[in-house]
């Protein structure tokens, strides 16, 4: 059963697009998260969401909209894609916001978006 | 803000050797968790191991352990008996107890395993 699952895991588009990522977790879990990796790897939080609440939102440009429907699924919305866009997008849950082990964020596989 | 640092872009270590992976961290916090993840080439983002800062003694985790040095803000990571699975890109990240549940990550260290 696969815990955190991200679709699609490959996405090759054309700039100016707009395209989704979904992300849905059957761990139970309140709070949900999206990561930006980069080309060298480096790793930075966009957003994350408590119950169906947005909680944190990093300085992301508005073309991002995330959207959670339900407390296991975060979608990832972009518009007018960018060549900067281009990146491996993370999608992250826990159980909790704060506290113990409950915190420990787990991964989904990635998606690997490809603006052209 | 917190920033976390790693300053080894890349290890090399032989198989069944012992690694030690570095990480140092800035904080103004007295409470925060530590975590080591490991990206292996399938991308997926495993965790290895955390540590609570308010806890002395140092996390392990099979062949896995920290050096968590709180004074010099310092959260290294040892690996002993190194396999081949092993070899893979480490973050270390921070997460401060009080702002919500952010993780902060260094730049990574990637670790090639010799056989």
């Known amino acids: 059963d696969t815990a955190v699952s991200q679709t699609p895991k490959y996405l090759v588009t054309q700039m100016g697009n707009d395209k989704s990522i979904k992300c849905e977790q059957n761990l139970g879990h309140d709070t949900m998260y999206w990561y930006k990796q980069d080309s060298k790897k480096f790793l930075k939080i966009m957003f994350s969401?408590?119950?169906?609440?947005?909680?944190i939102n990093e300085t992301v440009p508005n073309r991002f909209s995330p959207k959670s429907p339900d407390k296991a699924h975060l979608n990832l919305h972009i518009n007018s894609l960018e060549l900067g866009d281009s990146a491996v997008y993370f999608c992250a849950s826990s159980q909790e916001i704060f506290g113990g082990y409950r915190d420990t964020q787990y991964f989904g596989p990635g998606t690997r978006l490809t603006v052209l | 803000a917190q920033t976390v640092t790693q300053s080894q872009p890349e290890m090399s270590v032989q198989e069944a050797e012992t690694v030690t992976l570095s990480c140092t961290y800035d904080t103004s916090e007295s409470d925060y968790y530590l975590f080591w993840y490991k990206q292996p080439p399938s991308r997926q983002m495993i965790l290895v191991i955390r540590q609570e800062a308010y806890k002395q003694q140092n996390a392990t985790e099979n062949r896995f352990s920290v050096n968590f040095q709180k004074a010099a803000k310092s959260f290294s990571l040892k690996i002993s008996d190194s396999q081949l699975g092993d070899a893979a890109m480490y973050f270390c990240a921070y997460r401060s107890a009080q702002y919500g549940n952010k993780l902060v990550f260094g730049a990574g260290t990637i670790l090639r395993v010799k056989s």
């Open positions: 969401y408590n119950n169906k609440e947005l909680i």
